[in-house]
């Protein structure tokens, strides 16, 4: 599987083959037909295909099966229902305090599905280069996560008067909403080739929840 260069692009018949498959099975087996269960407004390009593998070997942290409690050596696959990749591009950041103001601001949009839904485990991806400035800066993946909850957030107050009386509700008039509900929401798998890129993927729907399950041989 391709984990590194183009990653989410074509060219990687395994990549293709079962992102392909799961969409099939949606279809066939789920029932999942546009305009029948699937009432998709828009719908996206990934409903295609959409299957990576983790970036393991560049990895400055465990990988995403070790923290979730598997062996390093076990083979383990994760289904999580996020939207299509969201580039946030910071060629310019050399440390965790610089890097992390883009990340919140790029995060923490108003019709993002998190906050709307108040609900869902979105997907973080940082390539190696900025897994690694972030690692050699002393960050965890714990603390990222918890720097992501406390930061990326938006005051209630700029939301529309509908938005603040009908959804927003729990929250007072001066209060920063939450992009994720908890920082264990946020599920952060590094992958990608050479480049200072790092993707968001908001949840897709409201009520997701990933799956994981390890692969018996």
């Known amino acids: 599987m391709n984990w590194g260069c183009n990653l989410f692009g074509p060219a990687n018949r395994a990549n293709a083959t079962i992102g392909r498959a799961i969409r099939l099975i949606l279809l066939n087996i789920g029932g999942g037909l546009p305009g029948t269960f699937d009432l998709s407004t828009h719908g996206q390009p990934s409903k295609y295909s959409f299957c990576i593998a983790e970036n393991e070997e560049e990895n400055p942290w465990e990988p995403l099966h070790v923290e979730m409690?598997?062996?390093?050596?076990?083979?383990?696959?994760?289904?999580?229902?996020?939207?299509?990749?969201?580039?946030?591009?910071?060629?310019?950041?050399?440390?965790?305090?610089?890097?992390?103001?883009?990340?919140?601001?790029?995060?923490?949009t108003q019709g993002n599905n998190n906050i709307l839904y108040q609900s869902g485990e979105p997907l973080l991806i940082p390539a190696p280069e900025h897994a690694r400035i972030l690692a050699n800066s002393g960050y965890s993946k714990a603390q990222l996560k918890e720097y992501i909850y406390q930061n990326a957030r938006i005051p209630k107050n700029i939301y529309s008067k509908k938005h603040q009386e009908l959804q927003f509700t729990t929250y007072g008039e001066d209060d920063l909403i939450p992009v994720i509900q908890k920082p264990e929401d946020l599920m952060v798998v590094v992958a990608g080739g050479a480049g200072k890129h790092t993707l968001f993927c908001p949840t897709y729907a409201i009520r997701t929840g990933f799956v994981t399950r390890k692969i018996e041989e």
């Open 69 to 108: 409690g598997y062996e390093r050596t076990d083979n383990v696959v994760t289904v999580n229902g996020v939207e299509n990749p969201h580039n946030i591009n910071d060629h310019t950041a050399s440390d965790a305090e610089n890097l992390l103001v883009t990340y919140a601001a790029s995060i923490a």
